[in-house]
């Protein structure tokens, strides 16, 4: 049954397909609440979930959101047709993997493809997540899962071949060794498109540390120009349409904390079939609050990635690597694009930044048979020693449209500080990535590119009381305090001997 409605725009952003209906409209067109309804004006057409309204929608009216508006290009009050849908037939093949069996990759090509038209509910899509996460994965269904993901979206045709890549698990904040490791690799002849994230739960993502050098949302066709002018290019992959499917099993994730070991394994090398690459250094941290919490979950990340990759034709090496500690000094968009062109400049600020960036870079360079096995790591070290590196970081940064010729003082940080000192002498035995995270985002960061924190002390360290344990950086005296407040609760630097918590925190002295 066909009707027709008044469209009336919503102020709503859900990032799905969806509409609202009035009661009585959808019980003439024996719709319910989350079933599907295909609208469609002159022009185009589309597929959107309804909710259901008793009084905020009128009757003949079609509350539209955004993304809605968006696809069909209407205007409010214009005139649209509506019509019900039946279920996809993935929503069958959703529930034969909530059953544990495995499925087909026909089955899977209509999962995806009604993922990324916005056909299922966002309660099919946490059914399919969650029954991922409940159930193994064979590795024929995780080839297929990975080539279907990577082909429902654009695709990079990067002439210089071959063409390498990196990838870290995360889980660390501070992590600006994109920063480092591509112009290095660049700068040695070699071809890396490193499409990044910004941040979701992290203080700052590659693309939001990047950003404040330079843009980085550029199309598919620009992306490749800047490659072959410079060899590399550090960008938000959210700018192109690189496996579009995996950025909403991202969003359906992120509310139900799940992270099923299989689709993430899939999430990643979707993304380097994406932009054609044939080999992948994989950056495997462990330790408290990362995914990875010891080396047995390391050897099993690394030897799934492994194996997908040679069913893909991509050469894969992993390298599990120290994550309980930040990387570098600093974290927090600016700080960390400051401390990735101090390193690059050759000015010691962090042994650990500079390590980690020249020990994976080191591998693609054997690789690629720039380096003999072994050799790698120096050989990396040597193109930042002779400012080649730095040379090359320059070059990309103008090729993405930022200043070539900024320097560090050109780069700002948040106008309000505070220190955070120790309270008794000691050594720096631990320090919290999740802690660090949660003060960081407090303070601002990712949005506010100035925002972050600044250690003056690393893991193993001895300090006297008074000593400054780090600094906390925002662009809003509001958001400082609420960050101090922070720290002084979660205490993210633990010192031997300091007195963490008083259980219970109210005196007894009456």
Known sequence: MEKSFKTRLLDIMEGRLEVVMNQEDMKELGLHPKDRTQIWTDRKTCIAIVNMS????????????????????????????????????????????????????????????????NTLTDIELAAFITSLYIHDMTLEETVSLTRQIAVTGETLDIKKKPVYDKHS????????????????????????????????????????????????????????????????????????????????????????????????????????????????????P?????????????????????????????????????????????VGPAIGAKEAMMTLEGIKNSTSLLEKSTGLAGIILEASGK???????????????????????????????????????????GGYTEKLIADSDGYVIAIDNRSVVLIARAAGSPKDKGAGMLFHISHGQKVKRGDILYEIFSESEYKLEQAVTLAKKLFPVKLEGMLLERIPSYSYIQ
């Open 54 to 117: 008793k009084k905020f929608i009128k009757e003949g009216e079609l509350g539209v959101s955004q993304e809605v508006v968006n696809k069909l290009k209407i205007t409010d009050g214009e005139t649209v047709s509506c019509v019900p849908v039946q279920k996809p037939q993935s929503v069958e093949f959703i529930k034969k993997k909530m059953e544990g069996l495995a499925l087909t990759e026909t089955e899977y090509e209509h999962i995806i493809k009604d993922t990324i038209s």
């Open 169 to 284: 698990l995360g889980g660390v904040p501070g992590n600006k060794i994109s920063l480092l490791i591509v112009p290095i690799i660049a700068a040695a002849g070699l071809t890396i498109p490193k499409t990044s994230s910004r941040a979701i739960t992290s203080a700052s993502g590659t693309a939001d540390t990047m950003e404040v050098l330079a843009p980085v949302v550029f199309n598919a066709e620009e992306i490749c120009e800047i490659v072959d002018k410079t060899n590399g290019i550090i960008t938000w992959g959210g700018g192109i349409n690189l496996a579009p499917a995996d950025d909403i099993f991202i969003q359906v994730e992120y509310p139900l904390a799940l992270d099923p070991h299989n689709l993430a394994i899939c999430s990643v090398m979707a993304k380097k079939m994406a932009v054609g690459a044939e080999f992948v250094v994989i950056d495997l």
């Open 286 to 330: 462990m330790g408290p609050g990362t995914k990875l919490k010891d080396m047995t979950i390391a050897r099993r990340f690394a030897k799934d990635f492994i194996e997908l990759g040679d069913k893909l034709g991509i050469k894969v090496e992993c390298a599990v690597t120290f994550g309980d500690k930040p990387i570098g000094r600093g």
């Open 371 to 413: 380096a003999a096995r072994g050799t790698g790591k120096r050989a990396a070290e040597e193109l930042v020693s002779n400012g080649k590196a730095l040379e090359k970081m320059r070059e990309i940064i103008d090729a993405q449209g930022g200043d070539p010729k900024v320097k560090l003082d050109d780069i700002p940080i």
